[in-house]
């Protein structure tokens, strides 16, 4: 299992945060990258996967990304970072 420091999992949050929306398909390896090193069962970021599935659900599954990551980093996850409405 990879771990990642502080400094390599801001460069991953960077990562997520530049995903340009449905259909990108960074979304799944970023996906996959954060399961393996957070060691997050495969069945934990479901709702992400199947929300980056849908045009209508893509932006929520960016968002609980960003913030597992932003938690896995002791921050304070943004909400304003997207907006509920979209």
Do not use: C
């Amino acid at each position: 299992m990879e771990t990642l420091n502080t400094p390599q999992m801001s460069l991953f949050l960077k990562r997520v945060q530049q995903l340009r929306g449905y259909g990108d398909m960074d979304s799944y390896v970023l996906v996959n990258e954060f399961m393996k090193f957070a060691n997050v069962p495969e069945k934990n970021l479901t709702g992400i996967i199947e929300d980056f599935s849908s045009p209508k659900t893509w932006i929520f599954g960016k968002r609980k990304l960003i913030n597992d990551v932003e938690t896995m980093l002791g921050h304070t996850p943004d909400s304003e970072t997207f907006p509920d409405t979209i």
